[in-house]
């Protein structure tokens, strides 16, 4: 059965503490991996594709990583407006998208 | 570009009674998911369609629930008869399937059955 677990489910930093956030996955056939963001009362927003082992990609302070078996989000240096739930979700052989739980993520200032 | 249009935004409802949910895509985009989010079971996939044809229905709860896309503009999701479980954010989102997969979501609209 596919699968996306997110860890940790939360995280507390201060502003400027650099952190990762992961997503291990078991997955049919990946099409591709996806990280959003999600503010309270939202919908979650679009970051990041990842689509092969070995890829990386940046945004501002923020950089995706992935594995044949997990996805980390490095955070460098965040500030308050960071604070938020992070999504990880997959895309499978058959076209259907998983969802982990996510990671809630608060930064101090 | 509007993004993707929801409404309505809130809608509280009695149990048994008929909702009906609309959702607008991104204009030429090609695909178009239904998602439902509580704290409990997080965001799950409901149904999707791609070109107007349902293409996994494998996430819809049960009967009381349908999903329609008429034309490449909008849907309906509809919860008949409605119950107190039903309560949660319901998530449409839209894709271009040119190559890459990202998902844009609407606002959203929270479901409250009681």
């Known amino acids: 059965e596919d699968q996306v677990t997110q860890s940790p489910e939360a995280l507390r930093l201060q502003e400027g503490e650099s952190s990762s956030l992961n997503c291990s996955y078991t997955?049919?056939?990946?099409?591709?991996l996806f990280w959003y963001r999600q503010d309270p009362g939202k919908g979650p927003e679009f970051l990041f594709t990842?689509?092969?082992a070995g890829e990386e990609k940046e945004k501002e302070r923020l950089k995706a990583t992935l594995t044949k078996k997990e996805s980390f989000l490095h955070i460098t240096a965040p500030k308050p407006e960071d604070s938020a739930t992070y999504l990880c979700?997959?895309?499978?052989?058959?076209?259907?998208?998983?969802f982990g739980a996510g990671t809630r993520l608060f930064v101090k200032a | 570009d509007a993004g993707v249009i929801q409404s309505p935004r809130h809608e509280v409802t009695e149990m048994g009674q008929e909702v009906t949910l609309r959702c607008k895509p991104i204009?030429?985009?090609?695909?178009l998911f239904w998602y439902r989010q509580t704290m409990m079971r997080g965001l799950e996939l409901l149904i999707y369609?791609?070109?107007?044809?349902?293409?996994?229905d494998s996430g819809m709860p049960e009967d009381r629930f349908s999903a329609k896309m008429p034309n490449a503009s909008f849907s309906t999701l509809k919860i008949q008869p409605s119950e107190p479980r039903d309560s949660a954010v319901y998530f449409c989102?839209?894709?271009?399937?040119?190559?890459?997969?990202?998902?844009?979501f609407g606002p959203g609209t929270r479901l409250t059955v009681t």
């Open positions: 369609f791609n070109n107007n044809v349902p293409i996994d």
């Open positions: 204009s030429g985009h090609n695909s």
């Open positions: 990842l689509y092969s």
């Open positions: 989102a839209s894709s271009s399937r040119d190559g890459t997969y990202e998902q844009y």
């Open positions: 997955v049919s056939g990946l099409r591709g």
């Open positions: 979700a997959v895309e499978n052989g058959g076209f259907k998208t998983i």
